[in-house]
């Protein structure tokens, strides 16, 4: 079963992260280079947003009973792909 109370924190995260990103965003790219720790700071954040993405997906994946987490953001997008709605189509399908 699907933890809501994980998802909203994992989101949160991911909320937050976005926030202190936007600071970056705001530099010209002269700026932001030049700001060594800046640099170093937003790649962190970055980081740790896609790992906060990847764990949402990996949750929501294996309480579903799809199949067990896997660390690849590919495989979670393929097997996202996989679920099937109520009646029997899947995302893979519906996007063609």
Do not use: F
Not at 45 to 68: C, F, K, M, P, Q
Not at 69 to 82: D, F, K, L, M, V
């Amino acid at each position: 079963m699907v933890d809501p109370y994980r998802i909203r924190a994992l989101l949160a995260r991911v909320s937050e992260r976005k926030e202190k990103l936007a600071v970056y965003s705001r530099c010209s790219a002269e700026e932001y280079l030049a700001d060594e720790e800046g640099v170093l700071a937003s790649k962190y954040l970055l980081l740790t947003a896609i790992e906060d993405v990847l764990a949402i997906a990996n949750h929501i994946v294996a309480s579903e009973g799809y199949r067990s987490p896997s660390p690849s953001w590919g495989q979670e997008n393929r097997a996202i792909a996989r679920t099937a709605y109520p009646d029997g189509r899947t995302l893979a399908s519906k996007s063609k």
